[in-house]
């Protein structure tokens, strides 16, 4: 939505979800420490540390196009400070080679996605709150 109303460019567009959020967060400084040091977020550089995600893009598109045309299906690997959160099914086998097993993830549904810890005791920890509250790939 805020691509189609035109009002900042691609690029700027691109750094709200990127550097900006760092910098309005302070987190340029501060983070997990490195070699004695901490070290900063928001960008891919040495010395920092990066939140990567890598996605499959949509068939025939590319560049920024390819970047805000991807849909949660499109994900293929989430990872935080370094750690793997959500994975597709396609990487079950790589990822589970590397010393991980399928018990440090929770598969999500039908879109066969796996992520980082324990999503049934997370979604009745918040059902505790909001009893009514409806999780779509799980009943």
């Known amino acids: 939505m805020a691509r189609s109303l035109r009002l900042i460019t691609d690029t700027q567009l691109f750094a709200t979800l990127t550097t900006a959020p760092a910098k309005a967060w302070e987190l340029n400084g501060r983070g997990a420490l490195t070699s004695g040091k901490l070290a900063a977020r928001g960008a891919l550089a040495p010395g920092k540390i990066a939140d990567l995600v890598i996605a499959r893009p949509q068939p025939g598109l590319t560049s920024m196009d390819a970047f805000f045309n991807l849909n949660p299906s499109d994900l293929l690997l989430v990872l935080h ?11 079950l ?8 097993t399928e ?3 929770q ?6 996605k796996y992520v980082a810890g324990d999503l049934p005791g997370l979604m009745q920890e918040i059902r505790r709150y909001c009893p009514k509250v409806s999780f779509p790939a799980f009943p």
């Open 81 to 91: 400070e370094g750690k793997i959160r959500l994975f597709d099914d396609s990487l």
């Open 103 to 105: 018990e440090d993830f």
């Open 107 to 112: 598969p999500t549904g039908p879109d066969g």
């Open 93 to 100: 086998e790589p990822i589970t080679e590397h010393a991980l």
